[in-house]
């Protein structure tokens, strides 16, 4: 299997322009996430996707931010317009069924964003 | 609250000595619990994992980790450390909902020649 795919790999944009992040999760897997890795803040729970439909966005940001799945193989994390303190790396991470614990999560290598 | 605590930021071994990363977590109730692996640049990669069968768990690359109830430790071990396992790496567990990880706040392992 290819994993999970992510891109772009790095970005680099100027403030106030619009990111669109991509994902492609592993085949078969019907939970979806989207991670925020920074040094101050560790690894956080942006969103998370259960066949498709949005469970928990929560640790969205905020407005900037959006996030959609329009089918099972599919996902995008957007930002608009960005800001320097959106700089990050940003994991994408599906598992097989995460309505039950235990499962094990997947992670993309990651899109590195830097916004000046 | 559920947590993980990482209890070092850094480690330091010599390439064929022993590794040990510790962690300890505080829970409710039995977590499963994951241990991650993140090279430079890279996502992360699990390297184990328990989910409440054997308390001793193997892994990828010659890593193990007991759980231990009783001292709520989930200790990552190595026998013998290789350059390539200079990494930084993350204990998990898993939340109070399904789908929510705890993750620990990393211990960088660094392999000298």
């Known amino acids: 299997d290819a994993g999970v795919i992510q891109s772009p790999r790095h970005e680099v944009t100027e403030m106030g322009q619009e990111v669109t992040l991509r994902c492609k999760p592993i085949?078969?897997?019907?939970?979806l996430f989207w991670y925020r890795q920074t040094m101050m803040r560790g690894l956080e729970l942006l969103i998370y996707?259960?066949?498709?439909?949005?469970?928990?966005d929560s640790g969205m940001p905020e407005d900037r931010f959006s996030a959609k799945m329009p089918n099972a193989s599919f996902s995008t994390l957007k930002i608009q317009p960005s800001e320097p303190r959106d700089s990050a790396v940003y994991f994408c991470?599906?598992?097989?069924?995460?309505?039950?614990?235990?499962?094990?999560?997947?992670f993309g290598e990651g899109s590195w964003l830097t916004v000046v | 609250a559920q947590s993980v605590t990482q209890l070092d930021s850094h480690v330091s071994v010599s390439e064929g000595t022993p590794v040990l990363l510790r962690c300890n977590y505080s829970?409710?109730?039995?977590?499963?619990l994951f241990w991650y692996v993140q090279h430079p640049n890279k996502g992360l990669q699990l390297l184990l994992k328990?989910?409440?069968?054997?308390?001793l768990v193997k892994g990828i690359n010659g890593f193990e980790a007991e759980f231990k109830k009783s001292e709520t430790s989930f200790h990552l071990t190595k026998p013998s450390a290789h350059m390539s396992d200079a990494a930084e790496y993350f204990c998990?567990?898993?939340?109070?909902?399904?789908?929510?990880?705890?993750f620990g706040s990393g211990t960088r392992l660094l392999v000298r020649p």
């Open positions: 991470a599906s598992s097989a069924n995460q309505q039950r614990s235990g499962n094990t999560i997947y």
């Open positions: 085949s078969g897997h019907n939970s």
């Open positions: 996707f259960n066949n498709n439909v949005p469970i928990d």
């Open positions: 829970s409710s109730y039995s977590p499963s």
């Open positions: 328990y989910t409440s069968a054997a308390t």
């Open positions: 998990v567990a898993g939340g109070d909902s399904s789908y929510k990880l705890i």
